[in-house]
């Protein structure tokens, strides 16, 4: 019952004055969208949104308890294409029993476009580096990794050969018990 008492209140706040001029027009009347900047036609400038992103994705969740997704504009946070949808399942289902034919109900056309940024990777699910030419900086170990990764692969896979060479080597260098002991250039393992 909150939820649909958050989406009326918004409603009447944004449509006070059309509700006030004509209560039962038959016609869509045209409001300006509260979830875009507008621009001051006067000074030239632009406003920012009457809502912002936080408030708006709170509404968005009350009307989507409620049903009521079909009555908010559409915004950042709800495309287009969202609002389609959900007022097709609202016209399938019927009017719910909480939101009757009420006058904060109708329907409005909203003013102002909404331009929706095509993302590439959105729809396999990587959002977080679209449109990005690399990866975020990371850690170092991170970056040097697949190196260091191929440098293991390539020495394991000749270690049996590595074993053999260093043994014997190591054998050759071995002093000789029976003979003068003299500096050695024993080296460590190569591994």
Do not use: C
């Amino acid at each position: 019952m909150a939820a649909v008492q958050a989406i009326k209140q918004f409603r009447l706040r944004e449509l006070a004055a059309v509700l006030d001029a004509s209560p039962e027009a038959t016609t869509r009347p045209k409001v300006p969208n509260p979830f875009l900047p507008r621009k001051n036609p006067e000074s030239g400038r632009w406003a920012p949104p009457k809502y912002s992103r936080r408030r708006q994705a709170e509404l968005i969740k009350h009307a989507r308890a409620s049903n009521t997704l079909h009555l908010l504009p559409p915004g950042p946070k709800l495309g287009v294409q969202q609002l389609a949808t959900a007022a097709s399942v609202q016209s399938a289902t019927g009017p719910s029993a909480l939101v009757s034919e009420e006058a904060w109900a109708r329907g409005v056309e909203w003013e102002g476009e909404l331009k929706e940024k095509a993302e590439p990777s959105a729809e396999i699910g990587s959002r977080l580096y679209a449109q990005r030419w690399r990866m975020f900086k990371g850690h170092k170990w991170e970056r040097t990794r697949e190196a260091r990764e191929e440098e293991r692969r390539k020495a394991m896979q000749y270690m049996q050969k590595r074993i053999v060479g260093f043994k014997e080597s190591y054998r050759r260098k071995m002093p000789n018990p029976a003979s003068i002991p003299r500096p050695t250039n024993y080296t460590k393992l190569p591994f």
